[in-house]
């Protein structure tokens, strides 16, 4: 699997996103294939209050030594469709819900930066990763570099807010993050 990530990453220019795994609080629990280096591992933090990481969302270091998750989005609570029934709904938890809202993120910069240019547009999370701090929140206890709990922290958020205060649910003021994030892609891109 891991190779496979490395050949979809080095090979054919995808981005390999990954659940860091539900493993926490203890360190050195980050799951394959979210260790490899290439593969952008999401952790979760809590859906609602604070911009507090999820108590069981796995920590690095990798037993490689690399400093991961990447990023974090919300993972508790995550309202989805049910497969009982087409009509039902069920909450989850997990890094396996926060990791879709990042690829979700990357569908909707892609999307909106699509109508603005003719050719294809390269975003890539691998190298956004150069110029994460620009655009990542964290809580103000947590360290500014990349870290073992948050990596570089809430992807988009320190763009929508201006500050390090976390927004309070997945939804509220989402579309005001695509705009300026677009804007820092395009200059990753020169």
């Not at 280096?37 to 911009?51: C, N, S, Y």
């Not at 947590?142 to 988009?156: I, R």
Request: negative net charge.
């Amino acid at each position: 699997m891991r190779v496979a990530c490395r050949q979809a990453s080095e090979t054919y220019g995808l981005d390999v996103v990954a659940a860091a795994g539900n493993y926490g609080p203890k360190m050195t629990t980050i799951t394959i294939p979210a260790c490899e280096p290439d593969v952008i591992a999401v952790g979760a933090i809590e859906t609602l209050g604070e911009l507090v990481i999820w108590d069981q969302s796995s920590r690095g270091p990798t037993e490689q030594g690399e400093t991961k998750p990447d990023f974090v989005m919300w993972g508790t609570d995550i309202e989805m469709a049910s497969n009982k029934a087409d009509d039902q709904y069920i909450t989850k938890t997990g890094t396996s819900f926060a990791a879709p809202m990042l690829s979700g993120l990357t569908g909707l910069l892609w999307r909106a930066a699509g109508g603005l240019m003719a050719k294809s547009w390269p975003f890539r999370w691998t190298e956004a990763r150069q110029v994460a701090q620009s655009f990542c929140t964290k809580p103000q206890e947590a360290p500014v570099n990349k870290d073992n709990s948050y990596g570089y922290g809430l992807a988009g958020d320190g763009l929508n807010a201006g500050t390090n205060d976390p927004i309070n649910s997945p939804l509220q003021d989402t579309m005001q993050v695509f705009s300026p994030m677009i804007g820092i892609a395009l200059m990753a891109e020169c």
